[in-house]
């Protein structure tokens, strides 16, 4: 039973987070970064890798 309650939670997780990323190009759709949970906390985003995005 235990093990059947820590695979539900792994798989869980992973249901979660594989729902919440994506990829976001920049205004010149020559560069893009992928986040993980929202575009804004993304590490790419935050250090300005790959400038302004398109909106």
């Known amino acids: 039973m235990n093990k059947l309650v820590k695979f539900s ?6 249901a979660f987070l594989s729902g919440c990323t994506g990829s976001v ?3 010149e759709k020559n ?3 992928d986040y993980l949970l929202h575009p804004a906390i993304s590490v790419s985003k935050m250090i300005g890798g790959c400038g302004p ?3």
């Open 25 to 27: 190009y920049n205004k």
């Open 9 to 14: 939670m792994a798989a869980a997780v992973v």
């Open 53 to 55: 995005v398109a909106k």
């Open 31 to 33: 560069c893009d970064y």
